[in-house]
């Protein structure tokens, strides 16, 4: 069983503060995928790693993969109200995603 | 471009009912994935499905069962409902693989089931 553990769990912070969401796991994954799901949504992807030590940026949020693809991090610089919401990785092998448990980021105003 | 679409959004049942969700997946998708999503477990992969055939199934007892039909539309079923079978359904179609790359999964805003 591929299992990814997130953390932290929860996180709460005020606007402006920069953050980092640590996912981890003892298997490797072809490639790890980052989401963001808002309250009655669905998740929505937010960037795809496939590379170790691969590093993307996507405006204030910067991704990376692991060299040994086996975790993955997200930073976030000068968070804003608009990035709450639950981060969720998902490692991928033979097409299939396995998620990890989430980060609630809560970011205060 | 349409995206996934689940129907019901919301539900209650009662203990030893069955339920079936419904899942239309963005048109030209032909695989279609279900989750089961609580605050507890976080994301649990039930089954998915590729051209009518369940391609990968995850560790859920028989009670939860799904098919795919030649649109590629899919259902799930969970037969004699338990109470701990409250959770968020969610629906993903994935992408096609482009240059090596996997697909991303194009999730559905969920069913929402509460047994009672």
């Known amino acids: 069983t591929q299992l990814l553990e997130q953390s932290p769990q929860f996180l709460s912070i005020q606007e402006g503060e920069n953050l980092t969401v640590y996912c981890n796991s003892s298997?490797?994954?072809?490639?790890l995928q980052w989401y963001r799901q808002e309250p009655g949504e669905g998740p929505v992807l937010l960037v795809t790693?496939?590379?170790?030590?691969e590093v993307k940026k996507l405006k204030r949020l910067t991704f990376q993969f692991g060299d040994a693809r086996k975790d993955s991090s997200l930073h976030i610089t000068a968070a804003q109200p608009g990035d709450t919401g639950l981060y969720l990785c998902a490692g991928v092998n033979a097409g299939k995603s396995t998620f990890g448990d989430g980060t609630t980021l809560t970011v205060k105003p | 471009k349409a995206g996934v679409t689940q129907t019901p959004r919301y539900l209650i049942k009662t203990r030893g009912q069955q339920v079936t969700l419904s899942c239309s997946p963005i048109s030209g998708h032909r695989s279609v994935s279900w989750y089961q999503q609580t605050p507890g477990q976080g994301l649990q992969f039930l089954f998915e499905y590729f051209s009518e055939t369940q391609r990968n199934k995850g560790n859920f007892p028989g009670r939860f069962s799904g098919r795919q039909f030649s649109n590629s539309r899919s259902e799930m079923n969970v037969s004699t409902l338990e109470l701990g079978d409250s959770a968020l359904y969610l629906c993903?179609?994935?992408?096609?693989?482009?240059?090596?790359?996997?697909?991303?999964?194009?999730f559905g805003e969920g069913s929402r089931l509460t047994v009672l």
């Open positions: 298997s490797v994954f072809s490639s």
């Open positions: 993903a179609s994935r992408r096609p693989i482009l240059a090596g790359v996997p697909g991303e999964l194009f």
């Open positions: 790693v496939v590379t170790g030590g």
